[in-house]
């Protein structure tokens, strides 16, 4: 019989890559981590570690083990807090991180609904790219995040993390109502003058190695226009403010419409560009203040994408909405 305990060391150290951060994450010396790591080794009856220069990598049969173990502590954690929900109360830290929009348009009905049920549990939030968030969430400083995941670029997760989709919304191109496509409903990535149309705009984007970065230069540098990317602006209220004066444009998800400025259009892209917004959390880690956010936020979704703004009177595309 393996013990959990050793079992958790393994997984560990098959998360952060060594026995040192496996031994920071688990709070335990690297040398306890080691001796956990030794007996387990003795259990299984195989080599589960080899050297790989200065520190270890997974054997097959070490790697085989893992992934059990990654089933088998989710599997008790599950079990642990179904049982820590039965008449307990929900109390103590709760560390979220999360894209921004996510954070302006789902988190503040989930903490007042929170705060309102589980008046000690303690939420803590920052705003970020998932690329920064998700290592945070690894090495165990924060519980749950709210991440983008692009229709054409799913966000990739290490083992062990659990996605949970929250809402998908469509993506639109934002522009100024005096720009030369204003007046219509939808942009055609397909068409030649509308790609030409978009290679003469400057653009609003999030800064390089962000997803909404990366999924504008790609939807437009596969159909062989440069983005002429002049402002790298992490929020897209900020974006939105330039492209009100017609300085630039921006890809602007459904629920960063509002507020937004009332000389600003949003015309969908033929074919359509999309984002979700998942909940990630380690499987291992899920707790009851996680999971009470969770269903916090999902009672807050049905409320938090408007309708789409009018489009004015103008030559459109003729195509029906």
């Known amino acids: 019989m393996f013990s959990i305990d050793r079992l958790r060391a393994l997984a560990a150290v098959a998360t952060h890559g060594s026995i040192a ?3 920071r994450a688990l709070h ?13 080794e003795r259990e299984a009856g195989h080599p589960l570690l080899q050297p790989h220069g200065r520190s270890v990598r997974l054997t097959h049969a070490g790697r085989v083990l893992a992934g059990h173990a990654d089933r088998l502590i989710a599997q008790l954690a599950s079990a642990q807090a ?7 109360e929900v109390l103590g830290p709760l560390r979220i991180g999360g894209v921004g929009s996510a954070v302006r348009t789902l988190l503040p009905d989930a903490l007042a609904a929170l ?41 990739a997760v290490p083992e062990g993390v659990t996605l949970r989709t929250l809402i998908g919304e ?16 939808t942009i ?26 990366d999924i504008l230069v790609q939807t437009l540098r596969t159909r062989g226009v440069e983005p002429d990317i002049r402002y790298l602006l992490a929020d897209h209220l900020t974006q939105l403010a330039l492209v009100s004066r017609n300085v630039a444009a921006s890809l ?15 015309l969908a892209t033929r074919p359509a560009l999309r984002r979700d917004i998942r909940a990630a959390w380690l499987a291992r880690a899920q707790s009851p203040p996680v999971r009470a956010c ?27 909405g």
């Open 21 to 23: 951060r496996a031994a």
């Open 28 to 40: 335990m010396t690297p040398s306890a981590v080691s001796q956990q790591l030794a007996k387990l």
């Open 82 to 88: 179904d049982l820590a929900d039965l008449g307990s």
């Open 115 to 155: 705060a309102a049920e589980h008046p000690r549990l303690t939420p803590t939030v920052v705003d970020g790219e998932a690329v920064d968030l998700l290592p945070r969430l690894i090495d165990g400083e924060l519980d749950l995040l709210l991440v983008e995941s692009w229709t054409t670029r799913p966000l």
């Open 170 to 185: 469509e993506v639109y191109v934002a522009l100024s109502a005096h720009h030369p496509l204003a007046g219509r409903s």
């Open 188 to 213: 055609d990535l397909a068409a030649h003058a509308d790609l030409r149309a978009l290679a003469d705009t400057a653009w609003a984007c999030c800064p390089p190695g962000t997803e909404p970065h």
């Open 252 to 266: 602007t998800p459904a629920m960063s419409r509002r507020p937004a400025p009332p000389d600003v259009r949003f």
């Open 294 to 320: 969770l269903r916090a936020i999902a009672a807050a979704v049905a409320t938090a994408v408007p309708e789409v703004p009018e489009v004015p009177d103008g030559d459109g595309d003729g195509e029906e």
